[in-house]
């Protein structure tokens, strides 16, 4: 029997298992995707300080080194945000790669091209295993405890613990990747605006010399994502209380650890992914893998992570009821590093009063405080 089957070879799938197998434990990830990595579904940025718990990343996984964000309003006046220690524009084909390769150097095997149809129980109603399909051939394999780390897509989620995302939580996304495309290359570009990205927002993430992803989000209206991209180019879910079963737990982005305010899950989904190892390491060295003590998984996160992205929610909740004209003011009312301190989730007074200034938004501003 194997000590933790993983489901899912993204960021949230590969940490967990990479550090379940340096504590020395048996560990199997399973992907359902041909070649890890592929398609990616992300504009790929990240910060440099990531590095404090991924390690360095190599060069060939980089793409476009920057510097920090140009935030613009629907006005086209803009904000530069520059981060302190800097980031990067990933290419997410061999990032995913080179994080899977490093769980296996420690000892995890690694499946792709695998689909795991369901979950098995044992006697006592525990998770215990996987059934799943691989090159044709099915099979069923045993395990003492299965992490789901299989994104906001899958249905094994909600069989163990009821979790779904709900539509109203879930932007319709569209991204090129683009070429002949004039833009600063070490700044990633964000366009704001509920004419042209209603509820979300317009990125160009650069690439390379004349080359960026170049992307559009938005809760579902009466157009589609493509419809609106053109447009642009003519002229970002609840989080889970409780994250674990008899057996089982939930990470990464399967169990909605995502940044609110822009949808970025890299990094949520590595340190989801390393807390929940981390937790069930613990458990499998004292033989109890009950919902009970592997609820740990769920006090760590929420203190470390949950609380601090409850507030980055109630930013990205005010930001969706202002207007064109709001978020223009805006841009003249504040600072570059008001924008940096918002998206961590840190000094949303500062957002608050500003919006008081206008009598019809001191309802919204409340919500900050």
């Known amino acids: 029997m194997i000590d933790v089957i993983v489901i899912g070879a993204g960021p949230a799938g590969t940490a967990c298992a990479k550090k379940l197998a340096e504590e020395g434990f048996s560990v ?9 990595g592929a398609p990616k579904r992300c504009a790929e940025g990240i910060s440099e300080a990531s590095q404090d718990f991924l390690g360095k990343i190599p060069e060939r996984c980089i793409a476009q080194k920057i510097k920090g964000a ?10 530069d945000a520059i981060l302190s220690s800097g980031g990067f524009v990933l290419e997410r084909k061999v990032f995913d790669k080179w994080l899977a390769e490093e769980a296996v150097k420690t000892g995890a095997a690694v499946q792709a091209n695998t689909f795991i149809s369901d979950m098995v129980k044992d006697e006592r109603g525990y998770y215990a295993g996987v059934k799943g399909e691989f090159l044709g051939n099915e099979f069923m394999e045993k395990a003492r405890v299965v992490v789901c780390a299989t994104g906001a897509e899958s249905p094994l989620r909600n069989k163990a613990l009821g979790v779904f995302s709900k539509v109203n939580l879930i932007d319709s996304c569209i991204q090129y990747e683009m070429t002949n495309i004039d833009v600063i290359p070490d700044l990633i570009h964000i366009y704001l605006s509920g004419v042209l990205a209603p509820r979300g927002y317009v990125w160009v993430f650069p690439k390379g010399e004349h080359k960026a992803n170049v992307g559009l989000g938005i809760i579902p209206q009466d157009k589609k994502p493509a419809a ?5 180019l003519k002229l970002h879910p609840d989080m889970v209380k409780d994250m674990v079963a008899n057996g089982f737990v939930l990470c990464g982005e399967a169990a909605n650890h995502v ?11 590595v340190i989801s992914g390393q807390m929940a190892a981390d937790t069930i390491a613990e458990c499998l060295k004292k033989n109890d893998v009950s919902k009970k003590a592997l609820s740990k998984f769920n006090e760590v996160w929420w203190k470390e992570r949950g609380n601090h992205l409850k507030r980055v929610e109630k930013l990205r909740e005010t930001l969706e009821k202002l207007s064109d004209a709001d978020l223009n003011d805006l841009v003249d009312a504040l600072k570059p590093e008001d924008i940096i301190e918002f998206a961590r989730g840190a000094k949303l007074s500062v957002l608050a009063k500003v919006l008081m200034r206008k009598p019809r938004l001191v309802g919204i501003a409340r919500h900050l405080l």
């Open 259 to 269: 940044n609110p305010i822009h949808g970025g899950g890299i990094k949520e989904a």
């Open 228 to 232: 609106y991209m053109n447009e642009f």
């Open 28 to 36: 199997e990830v399973y992907d359902k995707r041909a070649e890890i």
């Open 70 to 79: 140009r935030l613009y309003a629907p006005d086209g006046r803009y904000l």
